[in-house]
């Protein structure tokens, strides 16, 4: 953490410690990549906030992303084996057909 501290001061580095804590993941998400673009390591980071290796690789690799790729790797594809909404619509109209008895709410 010495490297952080040299390079922010070590005030600075208390300061954002406290503030990681109490937001949230996705807001802790964009302190990290802020703290990447502005150089600093990863070994760096992992040592200010306790994070792992994985996250902040993940965000090194969306911070040099554009932003119409970014958008892109947001995008959702469905695989081939899910389920289409006609897939959907055909259970329910089927369990809707099965019989059951007013007492008891399930239908087996």
Do not use: W
């Not at 070590?10 to 807001?27: A, D, F, G, H, T």
């Not at 306790?50 to 995008?75: A, N, P």
């Amino acid at each position: 953490m010495s490297c952080a501290i040299d390079k922010l001061g070590s005030e600075e580095v208390r300061k954002m410690q406290k503030q990681y804590k109490k937001i949230n993941e996705s807001e802790q998400d964009g302190m990290i990549t802020t703290l990447i673009v502005a150089g600093l390591s990863q070994i760096e980071i992992k040592s200010m906030f306790d994070v792992g290796g994985y996250r902040t690789s993940r965000l090194q690799k969306m911070s040099k992303l554009s932003e119409e790729e970014l958008q892109m790797s947001h995008d959702s594809v469905l695989p081939s084996h899910a389920c289409t909404d006609d897939d959907r619509e055909a259970v329910k109209r089927s369990v809707g057909s099965f019989d059951v008895k007013l007492s008891y709410p399930c239908a087996h």
